[in-house]
């Protein structure tokens, strides 16, 4: 800690000398070691405290500039040490500025007041008019969010939630913002009760108002040219530029916002991407991405979602005002000028084209397309299974995740095929197999949801989902066997037993975790009971993220035995066969129908445009310099590899079983 000192009459005469000047000399305290030579044109009100000034700051371009403040009214400021200030257009009021920070030509930097700085702002989530306003904090994750926004028919789990949250924002409020250490500001507007992060960059930013931008050394913040930001928190490793407009948001950790993006009450989370477009009052789980222009993302729900150009939603189907939500579960897809009529639900995987007004809750079908033909949407259930796009973008996700800090504030869960997902399944087999008995002989279709389903179409889902259960199943069986030493039945029951039975049953998906409902309920019981905390909420909610192998093994099991119809302790040698046998199958069934929809993106048509002057000949030696061959394709090859490993180890489970 410093220890300051009033100025002696030799400093301040020298202070007089390059034109400084104070209300009261007395005001002015400095650090032991204090030097007046860098400082020039400054003007001191209120109680100000300076350190040490020696750093040679070296800019781009070799420029050098000396630690000094220069050119700049303060009031009621701690400037620490080799801090450099220069060109101050109004002045700094109530700042803690950081040792070795940079801050050159700014409009104005300060604090008005006691302020939270962004904590506690009503983000109006998903209705535009109210009714799930989510009161943004620091350090908010998407599951918390996701309970405090979706749980609203619990009353005393919110208002304990509420009053949580409440705390913590009061414990934020100051009269006094603080600007961390090698902070760089430069070129900026207005800069007003906003409290900066270590190693944060703005650089030409317009307007910041009333939020906190929380950086580190490790995630560093960086805010650019034309961007405006009120009522908000930025959270580490984040990108807001070119000319982004935020009001009202919460940003999460890695995510990339720009090209005069624009966005009212919404909630980002890890990961995010919005460049072009707009969002209004959206929910945006991690790995939500909308990267085009006249993109409008809209009171609803997303997460691992990929927004097509002109992808348009619209709650204006009211009586009593803009009421209507949607809800798209993980890895919704939306093509170019796709369009949803609010409310609809949206089943995981599923990719939307064309424009659907029917207000259509797909949910128990996912992995689905939702194509409109002749006015109608039309439904293919389970066809998204096999495409590789999707399962190229499911690849994509773990090795894009642009959060470098050290905490990771949403737990996230990449699975395509889980507990969450398949127990759709489980219930979309149902549903279709009841449509298929209810079908009229004579009738090529069935209505389900306000769409239109072929009967071949039902039949394909079916035998898509089963296969994607065996699949599951057999991977997990896969998981456990693989390495064991097994000489009778008794070590099999052995490998299948578990410390605990939970996740049989349904299960959730909080944005990004997933979690057996049995465990969320408990959770929420124990929120409005114990009045948790939201450290202990936290925790409790990475705790169950941890768990998942365990629990996803556990309902693996309960299925299994459904399948099988009868309990653990009397599966015998040939039925476990019997299900690796069965897994291979289908995931050899799988894997040749991605790669078949692969083989598309090498057929005569998407050669079209390549060897534009030359012949046939010249078109394919362009082709195969530009793109690669099939063969040699990453993603082919990763699919090919898998099929090997999957076919030994099949093999090889079996071939020790049957020994």
Known sequence: MTNYRSLNEREIATLTVYGCSSENWKDVQVAENFSPSFFQNVHFSGKVFLGTYNKIFELVGGVKKHAGIYNCILHNCVIENDVFIDNIHNYIANYQIGE??????????????FSSFGNGVKASVMIESGGREMEIFENLSAPFAYIFTFYRHRPELIRSIQYQIEKFCNSKQ?????????????NCGNIKNVCIGDSAKLEGTSLLENGTIISNQQASVYIGPGVQCKNFI?????????SAMILNCFVGQGCLIGKQFSAIDSLFFANFQGLHGEAVSIFAGPYTVTHHKSTLLLTALFSFMNAGSGTNQSNHMYKLGPVHQGITERGVKTSSDSYIMW????GAFTVVLGSHKGNPDISELPFSYLIENDGESHLLPGINLHSAGTIRDVQKWPKRDNRADNIKLDPINFDFLSPYTLSKAIKGIEILKGLLQNIDESSSFVWYQNCKIKRSSIKKGIELYEMAINQFI?????????????????DIINIFSSDFEIGVGDWVDM??????????????DQISIDKLSIETIQNKLNEIHSNYAEYSWNWAKGVLGKMLDKSLNDIEILDIIGILEQWKKSVLTFEDLILRDAKKEF?????????????????????????????????????NNQINRTV???DKLIENLKS
Request: no cysteine.
């Open 100 to 113: 070795g920070s940079f801050i050159e030509n700014v409009d104005l930097l300060m604090v008005d007041g």
């Open 343 to 346: 409310p609809a639900k949206i």
């Open 174 to 186: 100051s009269d006094k913002g603080t600007i961390g250490k090698y902070v760089q500001i430069v």
């Open 474 to 490: 057999g991977n997990k069986l896969v998981e456990k066997l693989n390495g064991q030493k097994i000489e009778s039945k008794k």
């Open 648 to 650: 030994e180890i099949a």
């Open 603 to 639: 057929n005569s048509i998407s050669k079209t445009g390549f060897g534009i002057d030359g012949d046939e000949t010249d078109k394919q030696l362009d082709f195969i310099a530009v793109r690669g061959t099939f063969e040699e394709n990453s993603f082919v090859k990763d699919i």
């Open 511 to 524: 944005v990004g975790l997933l979690a057996p409902k049995s465990e969320v309920d408990k959770l929420l």
């Open 234 to 242: 930025i959270n580490s490793g984040s990108t807001i530029t070119e």
